[in-house]
């Protein structure tokens, strides 16, 4: 079977020496937005403080930036693949770079849900567009290195949010978690600007009811997963009205040619399954970023600052080794990569959930690091896996299916964390991390067969 094509024309591929700037832009926007996905937890206590609301309040902070990114990047995407993904990128970044003065000017809750609803719009328009925009920067025979470059930032961002955060929250106010994004975010419009590729959309304008139905199926199952531990009537009513929804959705796209859920691209074996072990690897992530802080808190007795510095190891490590194998996935099998990357994963969970309670510094450290450099060999990979299974006109569509199984990964993790917690509070967080260890091992066994049945690029 041929390779999808996946560059665009030439006159549209940015020169090599213009290359590093749009490249530049691209991660700036990806660290923006994963940073605020992972570094407001840490900042829940002050701003209930200071804002005057109680603990169970102020997470709604949290909680409504993902629903909403995860409820818009769907149809976000269609809208970057009719429009052309520069026009959906360089808007966001400007709603971007005001949402975050107003999350840091906010004076009240309510305000500050407001401002985070716009953020995480912003930030789904610009994940959704993240990879479509790198397969059209880099040419076919540097793919690799080119997503390596933008999974060095993704994983150095998730992963590294909380430690960033604890260590400004110990000189700066909460409000300058979302103020530092202003620089960037002028850097990044300057530069895109200048640099990215002007690649022209389809002009094929998304179903606006299919848009609707597809952001309340997505908003309401997230909502219902987020609710899986009190497992109450509402919850069961959330999960009904997104079947509810999923069912219209795909009855209206049923005939349609560019339907906003792309189920033409699920149905692509290589790609399916690509999809389905990043949602695995995802939450495996998710749920030990959640449930690492109070296990190194309640079992090993660390301060906060130790927390930090314990946990520091897996992001150091995670952006050393994407763009390693980023380049290794343009000549080696990308599945096998993420068979290795993931299982290394597993093994440093589960050497870390067997430490004894006051374990030595640096075996904690060995076992984040370990994390870390599976995690960075398996991302990469995975990425150029994903956008390669695909032909070129649907590199919007893939993209922002691939930032949704992130998302939806990282959602599951922290609902199994919760239930977790909900069952019994002492042991929650080794069972959060035996759980992850299950997750990164399916994912490593499925990324085995995709690596025994060969990946595009080796055909």
């Known amino acids: 079977m041929p390779l999808p094509a996946l560059s665009p024309p030439a006159d549209a591929r940015p020169a090599p020496s213009s290359r590093r700037l749009a490249m530049l832009a691209v991660s700036l926007s990806l660290s923006m937005a994963t940073l605020d996905t992972s570094m407001t937890n840490t ?14 309040d102020v997470i709604g902070v949290v909680t409504i930036y993902q ?22 990128f360089m808007p966001a970044l400007w709603l ?17 849900e407001a401002a985070r609803a716009l ?47 604890s260590a400004m929250l110990t000189v700066l106010s909460w409000h300058w978690l979302f103020y530092v994004n202003i620089p960037f975010c002028l850097l990044a419009l300057a530069l895109a600007a200048r640099s990215l590729p002007p690649v ?25 997963l987020e609710g899986l531990p009190q497992a109450d009537s509402g919850t069961a009513v959330l999960g009904g009205l997104a079947l509810a929804c999923w069912v219209l959705l795909l009855r209206r796209e049923r005939a349609s040619a560019r339907a906003i859920m792309p189920m033409d691209l699920v149905r692509l074996p290589a790609f399916a399954m690509a999809i389905g072990v990043t949602v695995l690897a995802f939450a495996a992530q998710g749920a030990a970023m959640v449930a690492l802080p109070f296990w190194l808190g309640q079992t090993q007795g660390r301060s906060v600052a130790e927390v930090g510095m314990l946990i520091a190891p897996w992001p ?43 374990a030595p510094l640096w075996s904690v450290m ?14 990469s990979p995975n990425q150029r896996l994903t956008m390669s299974s695909v032909p070129v006109q649907r590199t919007g569509a893939a993209s922002g299916l691939s930032g949704l199984a992130r998302l939806l990964g990282q959602t599951l993790g922290a609902s199994l964390v919760a239930a977790g917690f909900a069952a019994n509070g002492r042991m929650g967080p080794v069972w959060a991390l035996w759980a992850a260890v299950a997750f990164a091992l399916a994912g490593s066994l499925a990324s085995g067969v995709l690596g025994r049945r060969g990946s595009p690029g080796e055909h």
């Open 43 to 56: 900042a829940l206590p002050s701003m209930a403080a200071e804002l005057g609301v109680g603990a169970a």
């Open 67 to 88: 629903l909403v990114m995860v409820a818009t990047m769907l149809p976000l995407a269609a809208l970057g693949g009719a429009l052309g993904h520069r026009r959906v």
């Open 96 to 112: 971007f770079l005001a949402a975050s003065v107003g999350c840091g000017a906010a004076p009240t809750l309510a305000a500050l």
């Open 119 to 165: 953020q995480g719009l912003s930030a789904a328009a610009l994940m959704a567009c993240n990879m479509a925009l790198v397969t059209h920067i880099y040419p076919r025979h540097a793919l690799g290195r080119g997503l390596g470059l933008n999974a060095m930032i993704a994983a150095a961002s998730l992963a590294g949010g909380p430690v960033l955060a």
């Open 200 to 224: 022209p959309g389809d002009g094929q304008v998304p179903d606006l009811g299919a848009a609707l139905l597809c952001t309340l199926a997505l908003g309401l199952s997230v909502a219902a």
């Open 316 to 358: 150091v490590m995670g952006a050393c080794m994407a763009p390693l194998s980023g380049s290794l996935s343009d000549r080696m099998s990308p599945g096998r990569l993420g068979l290795v990357g993931l299982a290394l994963l597993a093994l440093g969970l589960l050497g870390a959930s067997r430490l004894p309670p006051g």
């Open 366 to 379: 060995l076992a984040m690091a370990l994390c870390g450099t599976g995690f960075g060999l398996f991302l």
